[in-house]
């Protein structure tokens, strides 16, 4: 690349202000070539830099994508809890979350992209790290319904199934009103949620 043009002209502000820049040149990356097949030379090409100026922010590869994965995972589970802990009633905000997640999963940049790609697979590896995510999520509801610390990983593991396969498999026959309904009749009494009265 010659001098004077990375950065497409427009330089970053500091260190931080390039590792997010990088970051979102990733998602578009991901978005448009998959998570396996998006590489660093893609990444410092869309970021418009070259590949030594990746590594001046991350290792490798594999850092940057992970970095990528974490932040969306994070933004995410922020506005997922933060949704759950504006519900008083735990069964209201368990039906209220699957249903967010089910509605604004697809449609974010990153995480649609992989859903939709079929790359979202939890592996034995991968799966303490998700519920540790969830666990983080539902923390305002187990509170507000008293589990304790085995509960809330029943629950946040249960949660996270049956999420999954509404993803996977979703009823088009069925409107979300009436998933809302078929959550409230099935889900929290499953979680014990209707006792909290």
Not at 12 to 33: F, K, M, S, W
Not at 94 to 111: G, H, N
Request: glycine share 6%; charged share 30%.
């Amino acid at each position: 690349m010659p001098q004077g043009i990375a950065w497409a002209g427009d330089r970053p502000a500091g260190p931080e202000d390039a590792r997010v820049r990088l970051l979102d040149a990733a998602v578009r990356c991901i978005q448009h070539y998959g998570l396996t097949k998006t590489g660093l030379a893609d990444i410092a090409t869309e970021a418009g830099v070259t590949r030594r100026t990746v590594y001046r922010y991350f290792p490798d590869r594999d850092a940057i994508v992970a970095a990528t994965l974490i932040r969306g995972v994070g933004e995410f589970a922020r506005a997922a809890r933060d949704l759950i802990a504006s519900i008083a009633d735990p069964g209201e905000a368990v039906v209220e979350a699957i249903l967010f997640a089910l509605r604004e999963l697809p449609r974010d940049p990153l995480l649609g992209s992989l859903i939709l790609a079929g790359e979202v697979k939890l592996t034995d590896a991968e799966f303490p790290d998700a519920m540790r995510v969830l666990e983080y999520v539902l923390a305002p509801l187990s509170e507000a319904a008293h589990w304790k610390p085995d509960d809330l990983e029943e629950c946040g593991e249960l949660v996270m199934r049956l999420g999954l396969s509404l993803m996977a498999s979703p009823r088009v026959d069925r409107s979300e009103k009436e998933l809302r309904a078929f959550l409230h009749r099935r889900v929290v009494p499953a979680l014990r949620l209707d006792r909290q009265q």
